[in-house]
Structure formats: structure tokens, C-alpha cells
């Protein structure tokens, strides 16, 4: 496949942020419905679960949430308590069930919990760092045993820009041998990607270099100021819609699939380009509510956000409304994760956006975005507060000229 390099001008991101869209628009795309979707009830059950298996990792990543380091910790799960929790995840029939680190190789039994996992009927995912850990035989052995998916990090085009990334030379040359790897294999790859000032210009050289790579999806997250990460890395607004407009025109010629993490105000940006399209009478990409890929993995439907379809258990058994949001709702060796997700005051007020502040508290999206609350909590001390990174004014607080 030829890529052709996307670049979107600057007025025309302005000008699909800040046009009104009309009640029928809004209708037409399901805005004034007030669930989440009609298919999946985030009061339930998450849509997504992420175990922190441990916090140990081989590499030193610039923007670690988890300020991980080489030594594992003395209050991981145990395997018991790491079987209970996976006997949990499956009984509530969760649909996406991660298992990340720090690395999830530096814990010996990793191959027998992913065992587990996957006889319980778990569809498991590992994002394993790229480290000498990650042989050939240790990504056969993890399909073996079960993995639906793999993810792996990647951050640039080059050694240059991924290396300072992550903190250890030679990296990226890992990172690549496992992709190549893990599809000689017959395993399905993700790559994820984070967003920053060290690789904001790197964006189309890093595409082209992954329509070589054979992967099913993109998954492009945008930074959190929180662990390693630092304030000075973050992307202003202006540049979010820029690299959004980017995202959705490639969206429609990849040869994977692209979903973002921790930009839910992307939905914004593509309900208001879709609603331009129909308007003018051009073709737009299907809107299915959850989509399954060719590895059986669904995608998550939309108004997905940090609690709300969401949750994340730290290696000690913290519950987390993400790994981005680093406030507790309770500890599963304490009580289960479904009483946690279902009843936690936390978890509670953040799905209910008439919780939310600013912009975000009057927005005519905010069913289908509802900005990140953890960049909210991360940048202004108040996970309710609007979302510090969006250009869109809503049609609630915009003056008439």
C-alpha cells in the first residue's frame, strides 16, 4: 500500500470544532440519547478491564504512568489472588481483559495465568515491553497459552526518537523483531503509540512505517501528565485537533484500524466530520456500536471513559478508574471488583456527566466524549473538571456575533 501523507490545515480543524450542529444532527447521531449505548451497560459491568500484573520493567519510558523499576514488588497478587480476580473478570463476562505491566514477563507465572485466563473464557491481550525478554519462544509460548492479542509500544519512526523514548538503546530494533515475529507466528499485533512533543513532527514517517508491519490495530494514546509523564511533553489543544483530522482521514484508508486512548473528545471530532460528510451527500465510514476484529476482540462502543466502561487493578489489587487516574475506589483483596465498579462512589459520580464542569458540564457531546478525567485530575486537581486539552466551544456557552 502507498501511504499519502495527510496534513490538515489548521482552519479547517477550527472550523469543524467551532460550528453548531443542529438538533437533527445531533439526534442522527444518537447525542440525545441519554445511555451510553444500547448495547452495553456501563452501570454493570466494565467493557474494559487492565491488571497491572506488576510494576517491574526492564526499560526507563519517559512517560510511564507507573514510574515502573527492574525489582518486582512484595504486595503483587499472588497467583491465588490473581486467579481470583481473573474468576471475577470472567463471571462479569468482560469483553476486553488486558494484562500489562511494567512488563508482564518479568512475572514467572504470567504464562499460567494467561492459561487460565483463557479456560475461564477470558479474551486476554499482553502488552509485553521490548526487552531481551520478548524471545521467539516466549511469544510462541504466549499464544500457547492463550493470547488473543499482542500490543507492543511503539513511539517513533527511528531508533533515535523511540530509544529516547523509552529509555534503553536497541529498543526499537526489539520492538520490530517482535512485530515480525509474532505475525511469522500467527499472532495479532496492536501497537500502541503515545502522543507528545518528542514525536508530534515524527507522526506521518511513524504511519509509513507501520503499513509495513502487518498490524490489525493502531492504538494511539494521548499523554497523561502523570508517573514519569511531564506537562512540558503535552500537546496543546490546537495540536489534538490537528493530529485528530489526521487520525480520521487515515482511519479511512489504513490497512488497520485506529481507536485513540485518553482523547475521547476524537468522538466529538468525528460525529461533527461524519455529520459534514452526510450533509454534503459524501461517503462516510459505518457506525456500529461494538465491532469485533479479526482476533475476536471487540471494540469498545462509545461514551467509554476513565470508570465508565472502564477500570484498571494495580499490582497491589488497587481499583482504579484508570491507569491514568490516580484515585483508589477500593482493593479487591478487600471486596470484589464488581461491587467496587458497580457501587464506589468514585466510580458512580464519574459516570454521571451531570457531575461534569466548564465546557464539558454544558456540552451537547458530552454523552459520547466527556473529556479525560484524568487529564482533568492530572492538570486542574478535579476529575470532574472539562477537559484542558479542547478547542470546541459548546452550542450552550457560544455568543451570538
Given at each position: 500500500m502507498t501511504f499519502v501523507t495527510i496534513s490538515a490545515p489548521r482552519d479547517l480543524s477550527h472550523s469543524i470544532a467551532r460550528r453548531r450542529m443542529s438538533k437533527y444532527e445531533q439526534g442522527d447521531l444518537g447525542m440525545d440519547r441519554g445511555e451510553a449505548t444500547p448495547h452495553f451497560d456501563f452501570n454493570e459491568r466494565p467493557f474494559i478491564v487492565i491488571w497491572e500484573t506488576t510494576q517491574a520493567c526492564d526499560l526507563v519510558c519517559a512517560h510511564c504512568r507507573a514510574c515502573a523499576q527492574p525489582l518486582r514488588?512484595?504486595?503483587?497478587?499472588?497467583?491465588?489472588?490473581?486467579?481470583?480476580?481473573?474468576?471475577?473478570?470472567?463471571?462479569?463476562?468482560v469483553p476486553v481483559f488486558v494484562l500489562t505491566g511494567g512488563d508482564p514477563l518479568k512475572r514467572p507465572d504470567i504464562y499460567e495465568l494467561i492459561g487460565y485466563a483463557a479456560r475461564q473464557g477470558a479474551r486476554?491481550?499482553?502488552?509485553?515491553?521490548?526487552?531481551?525478554?520478548?524471545t521467539y519462544e516466549a511469544l510462541g509460548n504466549l499464544k500457547n497459552a492463550g493470547v488473543a492479542r499482542l500490543a507492543v509500544s511503539l513511539d517513533g519512526s527511528t531508533a533515535t526518537i523511540h530509544d529516547a523514548f523509552r529509555g534503553v538503546r536497541?529498543?526499537?530494533?526489539?520492538?520490530?523483531?517482535?512485530?515480525?515475529?509474532?505475525?511469522?507466528?500467527?499472532s495479532p499485533v496492536q501497537i500502541n503509540t503515545t502522543i507528545t512533543r518528542r514525536n508530534l513532527k515524527d507522526m506521518d514517517n511513524l504511519v509509513q512505517l507501520l503499513v509495513t508491519l502487518d498490524i490489525f490495530l493502531w492504538s494511539v494514546f494521548f499523554l497523561v501528565p502523570t508517573g514519569r509523564g511531564q506537562v512540558s511533553d503535552l500537546v496543546d489543544a490546537e495540536e489534538f485537533e490537528e493530529v485528530f483530522a489526521r487520525l480520521y482521514e487515515l482511519s479511512h484508508r489504513a490497512?488497520?484500524?485506529?481507536?485513540?486512548?485518553?482523547?475521547q473528545h476524537y468522538r466529538r471530532y468525528v460525529a461533527m466530520r461524519r455529520a459534514e460528510e452526510r450533509r454534503r451527500n459524501l461517503p462516510t465510514a459505518s457506525q456500529g456500536q461494538i465491532r469485533v476484529s479479526m482476533d475476536d476482540i471487540a471494540r469498545a462502543p462509545r461514551g467509554i471513559?476513565?470508570?465508565?466502561?472502564?477500570?484498571?487493578?494495580?499490582?497491589?489489587?488497587?481499583?482504579?478508574?484508570?491507569?491514568?487516574?490516580?484515585l483508589s475506589a477500593g482493593n479487591i483483596r478487600q471486596q470484589s471488583l464488581q461491587e467496587i465498579y458497580r457501587h464506589s462512589p468514585l466510580?458512580?459520580?464519574?459516570?454521571?456527566?451531570?457531575?461534569?464542569?466548564?465546557?464539558c458540564g454544558v456540552c451537547e457531546f458530552r454523552e459520547i466524549c466527556g473529556g479525560s478525567r484524568a487529564r482533568a485530575y492530572a492538570l486542574a486537581g478535579d476529575p470532574f473538571a472539562e477537559e484542558p486539552?479542547?478547542?470546541?466551544?459548546?452550542k450552550a456557552i457560544m455568543v451570538p456575533a
Open positions: 514488588s512484595p504486595e503483587e497478587l499472588s497467583r491465588a489472588e490473581a486467579e481470583r480476580l481473573i474468576d471475577e473478570v470472567a463471571r462479569m463476562r486476554v491481550s499482553l502488552t509485553p515491553s521490548a526487552t531481551p525478554l520478548l536497541g529498543s526499537y530494533e526489539w520492538t520490530l523483531r517482535a512485530v515480525r515475529w509474532a505475525r511469522e507466528i500467527g490497512p488497520f484500524d485506529i481507536k485513540t486512548t485518553e482523547a471513559n476513565d470508570g465508565k466502561g472502564f477500570v484498571f487493578i494495580s499490582h497491589k489489587g488497587d481499583v482504579y478508574p484508570s491507569g491514568f487516574l490516580p466510580f458512580l459520580g464519574l459516570r454521571d456527566t451531570s457531575n461534569l464542569k466548564g465546557k486539552r479542547c478547542v470546541y466551544e459548546p
